[in-house]
């Protein structure tokens, strides 16, 4: 049996960890959560859950693969909890912003959320941990539950599903700059 300061140094080294982890938490509960604040409740109860039960964590995994299972796997309670429910929370007027920005830049990016929002939820999930979070293959497939033949394959028909509600033929559609270019107030280059 370990000395008992022992446990108290790797349970503060881990609750660092845990820390030094809020950022990407938030980034992959914003692919879960359209509301910012609703984004939010998930990390605190993910980091909750995580700090109640930093006992059962193995050392030598990586903490960022457990705490995105426990958020991923809270995120899928909530919406089991939420189907019984009163339907029509998400649809609430006040929630949707009062004007739209007018910048195209803007306008795109939110195009492109949109997008990712109709996904279905395996492949927006692949999607933002490989491509947005850059989480490994095999941390994807710990966190998803899946293989990672399965990951790669959510990960391609998630890109071209979003490249069909786009619009887009091409991959480099996605990382081409749209109208951003202007010089002495004239647009430079336009998007064809």
């Given at each position: 049996?370990?000395?008992?300061?022992?446990?108290?140094?790797?349970?503060?080294?881990?609750?660092?960890?845990?820390?030094?982890?809020?950022?990407?938490?938030?980034?992959?509960?914003?692919?879960?959560?359209?509301?910012?604040?609703?984004?939010?409740?998930?990390?605190?109860?993910?980091?909750?859950?995580?700090?109640?039960?930093?006992?059962?964590?193995?050392?030598?995994?990586?903490?960022?693969?457990?705490?995105?299972?426990?958020?991923?796997?809270?995120?899928?309670?909530?919406?089991?909890?939420?189907?019984?429910?009163?339907?029509?929370?998400?649809?609430?007027?006040?929630?949707?912003?009062?004007?739209?920005?007018?910048?195209?830049?803007?306008?795109?990016?939110?195009?492109?959320?949109e997008a990712i929002d109709r996904l279905p939820p395996h492949y927006r999930e692949v999607l933002v941990l490989i491509g947005v979070l850059g989480v490994s293959y095999e941390e994807a497939a710990?966190?998803?539950?899946?293989?990672?033949?399965?990951?790669?394959?959510?990960?391609?028909?998630?890109?071209?599903?979003?490249?069909?509600?786009?619009?887009?033929?091409?991959?480099?559609?996605?990382?081409?700059?749209?109208?951003?270019?202007?010089?002495?107030?004239?647009?430079?280059?336009?998007?064809?």
């Amino acid at each position: 049996m370990q000395p008992h300061h022992s446990r108290d140094g790797r349970q503060s080294r881990e609750a660092e960890t845990i820390v030094d982890l809020i950022p990407a938490l938030r980034a992959f509960a914003r692919s879960f959560c359209r509301d910012p604040s609703d984004a939010d409740d998930l990390v605190q109860e993910t980091l909750t859950k995580g700090i109640a039960h930093i006992d059962k964590f193995e050392p030598g995994t990586r903490m960022k693969s457990w705490l995105f299972t426990i958020m991923r796997n809270t995120f899928y309670t909530r919406i089991k909890i939420s189907k019984r429910e009163a339907p029509g929370l998400a649809d609430c007027v006040s929630a949707m912003p009062v004007s739209e920005a007018t910048q195209e830049w803007s306008l795109r990016g939110q195009e492109l959320k949109e997008a990712i929002d109709r996904l279905p939820p395996h492949y927006r999930e692949v999607l933002v941990l490989i491509g947005v979070l850059g989480v490994s293959y095999e941390e994807a497939a710990a966190i998803c539950g899946c293989a990672i033949g399965t990951v790669k394959s959510r990960l391609n028909r998630g890109r071209a599903h979003l490249l069909e509600h786009l619009g887009e033929d091409s991959p480099r559609a996605l990382i081409e700059p749209t109208a951003r270019i202007v010089a002495d107030g004239i647009l430079v280059e336009k998007r064809r």
